[in-house]
Each structure stands twice: as C-alpha cells, then as structure tokens.
C-alpha cells in the first residue's frame, strides 16, 4: 500500500518536475500539485490503490526499497504478460497450422474441381453429340418406317397372306391392299434409281401377294360350295379379284355351276317332293295350266333368289356392270332347268287335255252336243302364262336360253293352238249342214262361240301383244262359221232345200244374231270389221225374209195379181193396153173393194199375217223390221192405186171416194210406221 | 356392307295379297323404302321385294312376293302362295266392296298356303278417316272370327306399316320356337341359314341332301 502511495508520488513529482520545467516549473509544479485533484484522477486513484498493497508503511527503507520493489512488480508484471502471450503464441500457431491445412485442402479440392469440371466438359460434349446422334437416328427410324410402310410387309401379313388356309376377313384384305400399294411404290423407286433395291422388294412382294391371290381364289372356289349361306367378305373377296380377269371368270363359273346344280336340283325336289303341308307340284299336272304355272312360279321365286346370291356375289365390284353380270350368270344358271322344264311343258301342250277323260261318255250320251274340247282354251291359257313368264323371267335374267326356251314353248303353244282351233272351227262347220227345227243356233254354233269367248276373255295375263292375237281368233272362228252358215242357207245345199228358204234364213238370221252379241263382247281390235261383215249376212238374210213375208202378206191380201197391171197402168197413165185399169180383172173394183177389206184385216192384226217361222226369229227388233218392210210395200202398191183411182180417169173408176176413202196418210197412220 | 345380304339366320318368305288398288305396293314400297310411292304403277303379276330384320337377336330375311289384284292375274298369283310363311291381306278402309271380297281371298289364302301360315289382316289407307268406310270395330270382329292377326295402317304415313311386318315375322318365330312350324317341310316358306359358312341341319339341307332328286334327275328328263 506504502509501495503503490510511493509509486503514485514519484510519477506525480516526475510530472510536476515537467510542469516546472516548461514555465516557471516550480510554480508550475506547485500550482498543478494544488490544483490536482487526486480523486479526480482515477489512474492515480488505481495506482494509489495499488501501491497500497506493497508499500503498507511509508518508511524510508520501504521508499528505498519502492522502486525496486516496482521494477521487480514490473519484471514480474511482464514475465506474467510473456507467458501469457507464450500461451497466446501458442493457440495462434495452431490456428495457422490448421489454416494452412485447409488450405491445403482447398489448394487440392480446387484442382479437383478443376479436374471434374474438366472432365464434365467432355461429357456434356458427348451427350451433346449423342442427342444429335439421336436426332438423326430417329429421322432415320422415321424414314426406314415409311421405307418399310411403302416397300415391306410385316411378318404378320407375309404369315396371313402366305398361310395355306388363311381367315379371310378385313386383315387379309388390308394386307393383299398392301401388297398392291408396294407394288405401285415400287414403281416409283425404279423410276428413282433404285433398281436393285426395288426389284428385290418388287419380286418378294409379288410372290406374297401371288400366294394370297391364290388364297382368296380358292377361298372364293370353297364358298361357292356352301353358297347358300353368304359371308361378308364376299363381295370384298371378289372385287379383290377384279384385276385378274382369268381367276375372276373361274370363280364366277365356279359359281355358277354349282347354282345351276342346286337349281335344278331343288326345281326337280319341288316337283315330286312330298311334304307334309303341301303336294309336290306334279300332282297338279291333271290341269296343265295349273301345273305349268306352278313350275314357272317357283322358277321365278328360284331365280330371284339365285339374283340375290350373284347380286352379293358382284356387289363389291366397281369396274364391271354390276347388274349386266349378274343377269348374264343368271341366264346361264336358268340354263340348268331348260331341259327338265321345256319337256314337261312340252308334253303338257302336245298332250295336254284337261277334260279327256270325260269325253267318251259325253260324246255318246248326247250325239246332238258335239264336244267341244277345251283344249284351244288350254292351250291360249298357256300361251299367255308362258309369254307372261318369259317376259317375267327375261328381267331377271335379260335374253338367256331359258328365256328362249319359254318363247320355243309360247310359239309352239301358239301353233297347237291354233292348229286344235282350227280343227275344232272346221269340224263344228261341217255339223252346220242341219237345220235344227227350233231354228234356233244349234249347239255346234253355241259351243263354238262360247270356246271363242272363253278364248278371249281368257286373254288376261298381259296387256297390248294379246288383242291381235284376239283378233287373229276371232277371225279364225268367226270367218269359217259365217262361211259355212251361208253356205249352208243360201249355197242350194241341202239343208236349204230340206228346210225351205224361210226356215233356213231364219235360222241364219238366229245364228247372226248370237254370233253379233258374242262378238260385240269381245272387244278386239276387229270387232267394228267383224261386226259389220256379221252385220252384212245379217242383212241380206233379214231381206231374204222381208221379201218373203211381204210375198207372203201380197198374196193373202189379194194384192199380188194386182201389181203388174197397177205398175203398167201407173206407167201408162191409167190404162192397160187401151183397157182402163177398172176394167182389168184383177183390178176392178170389185177385186179394189175385196183388197180393202182384207187390208183392213191386216190392219187390225198384221202379227196374224207374219210367216210361221217367223216367230222363231230371235230378235224382235228382226221381226219388226219385216213387218216394216212388208207395210211400207202394201202402203207403197196402195198409194199408187189409190193415185190411179183418185186423180186418173181414164183409170175409169167411179165414185173413187167411196171406193178408196181412206188416204195413204191414213193408212200409213194404222200401220204406225 | 352392314346391311348387306349376309349373316342372316332365317328366310321368311311373304305374300301380299287383296283387292286392286288396296295399297299392297306401297306398303311393300313403304317396308322396304321407308317412302310413299303416290304414284306407284299397277302391279303386272308379281313383285319382289326384300328386308332384313331382327326378331330376338336373330337377323331375318324377309322375302316378300306383292302380287297383282285384278282376277285376270289370280291363276298367276295363286302359284305363289305356295310356300309362305306370312300372308298379308290388305283392304281398303275407304272402300268397302275391298274388304267384302276379303273372304275370297281368305279362301285362296286358306287352300293354298299351309296351315301354319301366319296370315295377317290390314286395313289399309288409315290416313283417310274422313272417307272411312269400314269401322276398325268389324273388321277387328272379323278378324277375331276368322283367327287373324289386324291391325290399321297407312302406307301414305307409315303407321303400323313397320308394325304388320314385323309382328308376323314374330308369330313365325314363335311357331318355329315352339315347334308347330316345321323347319324341314320344304314348304314351310322359312329356310334356316345357320351362320358361319357351315350349312348345317337347316332347311335348306333337306332341299341339298335329296339325293333322290338327283337320282331323279337323270330318270326323269
Ligand atoms: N291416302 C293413301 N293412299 C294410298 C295408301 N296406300 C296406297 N295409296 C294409294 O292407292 C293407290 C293404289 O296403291 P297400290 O299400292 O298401287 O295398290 P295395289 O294395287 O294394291 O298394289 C295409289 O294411288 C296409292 O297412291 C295410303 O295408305 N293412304
Ligand atoms: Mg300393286
């Protein structure tokens, strides 16, 4: 404590010895020592403190001692302070040896880094290189895919093309498409150059597409046996074989051969098949139209059928005439029953006679009805079904031999027709030769007329082609009747003789009568022509008769011996030679007033003057008109005598008025004309 | 090619018969079109006509033979009865004398065809009530009479065209389903076509096994 007072002093006069120094230091000294103020001063306050604890007592040993005893402090002091730097020293060392360690370390992970981002360079370098590798590999995928999609097939197709029995489906037919495709690229490699190349690819392909030609050939050959039943794949199938026109035609024939087989195999089934539910159509060959038509039916329902089968069969081809080639493979399939038909169709025109069995007992029960055999009917019943199912049949088939067969046929018909209506016109004509008593048409005539109406009415099927063959009819019976029927009436055969010239007019007149109303039904082309000849014999007989019944009326009215001096004195101006027409024996007035009362008969009944065959005169408007053509000759003879007796004297008759009162008028009145 | 003429597995064969002028062309025309034909041409002796259709999941060709109505036809058209499955009669609504002469052609109907066949009654030209003719209540009387499906339609507006055809394919099925229809009389107007390129036992087999037709076919010809 002493140590430290004394340490504090001896810096307080080292720094008051300074002060002095300066001015006048003493002064200076003393001044600052009174001014100081030691508790302001804290280092001295510290050092003061300080001292305190070595320097207790303020002696002067102890002040002797002071400095060294701070010296030794200070020694002592700095010896502390360089052990502890040592320590200091120490730690720092170490720090720097770790320093320089790390960076050491650093020195080295740079290098690394270095070497590694040397070495990523050349990496990055590569991947760069790789990606364009890439780039170009994939535009080379792309280009060998579209290379392999023009020129090659898959393994997949090459298999499905080239297996013996492939499925035949829209795989096989996108392949063979390919095969195809490849040819036509193919075409274009060789134009570019590439000769070798496309010649391989060019032959490879053509055999694979050869080999599934073949397939689709005989797949097609395959179906056409189990043609009853059509795939899908059919018309793709066939349009697949269009550009190979020689394959096409062998499956077509194919085809068609085995259609036509099937055809006119089921054609022969329905004929004699038995079934529960119906008769085979044979048994209806008791009646030929029946029969002909049912076989012609079922070939027509056949044939459409068998279009639907060639129709699916072409339907996927587009450079050929669909429906040409269709028809024209149905032609050759109809073809097949020709035969089998055309004879049974023969047999039943040359033969046919729906009502034979009959005939003998009919024929013998009544020799007064002549059989009229309908066969003529029959077989223009037939001629119409068969042009009917020609003209049919042709739409399905265009022109074909069946559709010619079934002409053959319809002209043959045709021919027997006419032929047994001829036969059946001329032995009728040669029954006409007597004259029934009825005068009435006989039943040869009636018969006859009526197979001529059945004829024509049975003109049904079709429309324009049926009426000249109609005509062709009615010419064919009306002609050789109207013939034989003149003949004989007027032709001085027997009959007229037999019967008298009356009768056999009147029987004439009958027969015209019906055969006009017949006629008239028909409505052919010729019926007008027909009707005007029927009407011309008609005429000339209603004149023979008129004649005969005014001849008749003449004579019962006493009027007949009359007329040639009435017609000679009306010439003569009413005389005779020189005699006066009242002086004539047959004209006096006597004979005058005995025609007046029987005219006046006539008038009152002129039916009771009508010739007693007249009655059997079918038609009245006929009887009235002889009636007509009577009176208009009586009024005609009775106006010209009553001229001569009213207004000729030299006629000489006396009181005319009383003789003749009634005038012509009058008479014509009574006689209602 | 879907609806083409494939994969069907039966052929129902029709008959379309009745009065001239009933409508029995359009209604085909209608069926098979699905369009009026105002001025459809008379009818010369027979048409044809085809449609396929569905009756349980089973496709059906339905071969529909439209025949001629005047009388001048009849011996014609009476030789394609032979062999139907379905006839449809058809009169006129409009016009009576049409439906008078249905029991003749029920006659034709009734000999000719066989005596499975579905025959189904339609009184045509619905469209026209106002000059109706024939009430729905007798012809339904007759038809229930006389055992026959009817129905009314008009081939002008297609109602109950789709119907008719339709239904009586559905009876033939379900007389084949039942067994009263037998597929191997050759007549039977159907021909089963089982699928799949395999001619099977169908009737179509009897027709191609008869041996005795061949056999025949040298005999007899
Ligand atoms: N308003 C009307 N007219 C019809 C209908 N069906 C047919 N027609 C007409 O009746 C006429 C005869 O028809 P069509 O089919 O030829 O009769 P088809 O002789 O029985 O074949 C034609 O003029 C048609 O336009 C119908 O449903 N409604
Ligand atoms: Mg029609």
Redesign the pocket.
């Known amino acids: 404590m002493v140590e430290n007072k004394a340490g504090a002093n001896g810096h307080l006069e080292s720094q008051l010895s300074k002060d002095g120094q300066t001015t006048n230091p003493l002064s200076r000294k003393i001044n600052k020592i009174l001014e100081t103020r030691i508790e302001n001063d804290k280092a001295a306050v510290e050092a003061l403190s300080e001292l305190s604890l070595f320097f207790p007592e303020n002696s002067m040993k102890a002040r002797r001692n002071l400095r060294g005893q701070i010296e030794q402090r200070s020694v002592s002091i700095n010896q502390e302070f360089v052990a502890a730097l040592k320590l200091v020293k120490d730690a720092v060392d170490a720090i720097y040896d770790d320093v320089k360690i790390i960076n050491s370390q650093c020195t080295e992970m740079k290098a690394k880094l270095q070497a590694a981002k040397a070495e990523t360079k050349h990496l990055t370098e590569q991947t760069a290189k790789l990606h364009k590798q890439r780039t170009t590999l994939a535009m080379q995928q792309q280009v060998a895919a579209a290379c392999a999609r023009a020129f090659l097939l898959t393994p997949a197709e090459v298999a499905l093309l080239q297996s013996s029995s492939p499925r035949i489906g829209p795989e096989f037919f996108a392949a063979l498409d390919k095969t195809l495709a490849i040819k036509n690229n193919t075409k274009h490699l060789l134009q570019t150059g590439e000769q070798t190349t496309a010649l391989e690819v060019l032959s490879h392909v053509s055999e694979v597409r050869e080999a599934g030609v073949g397939a689709l050939y005989r797949w097609l050959l395959q179906q056409a046996r189990v043609s009853d039943v059509l795939t899908a794949a059919l018309p793709t199938a066939m349009a697949s074989l269009e550009d190979r026109p020689q394959l096409f035609r062998l499956v077509v024939e194919e085809w068609v051969v085995v259609r036509r087989g099937a055809l006119s195999r089921n054609f022969l089934h329905s004929l004699t098949h038995l079934s529960p539910t119906h008769s085979p159509i044979e048994l209806g060959a008791h009646s030929p139209t029946r029969y002909v038509g049912d076989m012609l039916a079922w070939l027509h329902q056949a044939l459409a059928g068998e279009r639907e089968v060639m129709g699916a069969l072409f339907g996927g081809c587009k450079s050929l005439d669909v429906s040409a080639e269709t028809s024209s493979s149905l032609a050759s399939i109809a073809e097949s029953v020709c035969r089998p038909l055309k004879t049974r169709i023969e047999t039943m025109i040359v033969s046919g006679e729906p009502t034979r069995k009959r005939l003998p007992q009919d024929s013998s029960a009544s020799p007064h009805r002549p059989h009229v055999s309908k066969k003529p009917v029959m077989l223009y019943k037939m001629r119409g079904l068969l042009q009917f199912y020609s003209n049919t049949i042709e739409q399905l088939t265009g022109a074909g031999l069946l559709v010619c067969a079934l002409d053959e046929l319809q002209q043959l018909c045709q021919k027997m027709f006419l032929a047994a209506l001829q036969t059946q016109v001329e032995e009728s004509c040669e029954l006409l030769h007597a004259i029934p008593p009825s005068l009435a048409p006989s039943p040869t005539v009636t018969s006859l007329l009526t197979l001529l109406s059945d004829i024509i009415t049975a003109t049904t099927l079709s429309t324009l082609q049926h009426h000249d063959h109609a005509a062709e009819v009615v010419d064919l019976v009306v002609d050789p009747l109207l013939t034989a029927l003149n003949a004989a009436v007027s032709g001085g055969g027997g009959a007229a003789v037999e019967a008298g010239v009356v009768e056999a007019n009147v029987y004439l007149l009958n027969c015209c009568h019906l055969l006009h109303s017949t006629v008239s039904l028909l409505q052919t082309s010729n019926t007008p022509q027909k009707l005007q000849q029927i009407q011309g014999v008609t005429e000339s007989a209603v004149s023979v008769l008129c004649e005969q019944q005014t001849a008749a009326v003449l004579m019962s009215l006493a009027l007949l011996p009359m007329l040639g001096d009435l017609s000679a004195a009306t010439a003569a101006g009413g005389v005779v030679g020189d005699t006066p027409l009242a002086c004539r024996p047959y004209t006096s007035s006597s004979a005058v007033q005995h025609f007046l009362a029987k005219l006046d008969e006539f008038l009152s009944c002129p039916d009771a003057y009508q010739l007693p065959s007249m009655r059997h005169v079918v038609s009245a408007q006929h009887r009235q008109q002889c009636l007509h053509r009577c009176c208009t000759a009586v009024l005609h003879h009775y106006t010209a005598l009553h001229t001569l007796v009213h207004t000729v004297p030299a006629a000489g008759y006396t009181a005319p008025h009383k003789l003749m009162p009634k005038t012509p008028d009058m008479i014509r009145a009574l006689m209602v004309l | 090619m879907s609806a083409g003429p494939y994969n069907y597995s039966y052929i129902f064969k029709y008959i ?1 018969i ?13 069926f098979t079109e699905k369009k ?8 010369i002796g027979v048409e044809f006509g085809t449609r396929i259709i569905e009756v349980a999941g089973q496709k059906i060709k339905l071969q529909i033979w ?1 025949t ?2 005047q009388e001048r036809f009849r011996a014609v058209t009476r030789s394609y009865y032979r062999g139907a499955a379905g006839a449809l009669m ?1 009169y ?1 609504v ?1 016009r009576r004398s049409t439906y008078n002469h249905l029991s003749s052609w029920l006659t034709d109907a009734r000999n000719l065809t066989n005596p499975n066949t579905v025959i189904f009654l339609i009184g ?5 009530d106002a000059q109706r003719d024939v009430t729905y209540e007798e012809a339904q009387q007759f038809a229930e009479e006389n055992g026959l499906m009817f129905v009314e ?5 297609g109602e109950n065209v789709e119907e008719a055809f339709l239904e009586t394919a559905k009876k033939i099925y379900q007389n084949i389903q039942d067994g009263s229809l037998d597929l191997n009389a050759a007549e039977s107007g159907v021909q089963h076509k089982p699928n799949g390129g395999q001619a099977g036992a169908g009737g179509r087999a009897t027709l191609n096994n008869s041996s005795a037709g061949q056999t025949r076919e040298n005999c007899s010809c």
């Open positions: 379309i009745g009065d001239m002028g009933v409508g029995k062309s359009c209604l085909l025309h209608q009026f034909m105002a001025d459809c041409p008379h009818t439209d001629a109505g058809v006129d409009t045509n030209k619905g469209d026209l339609a008009s081939a002008k507006t």
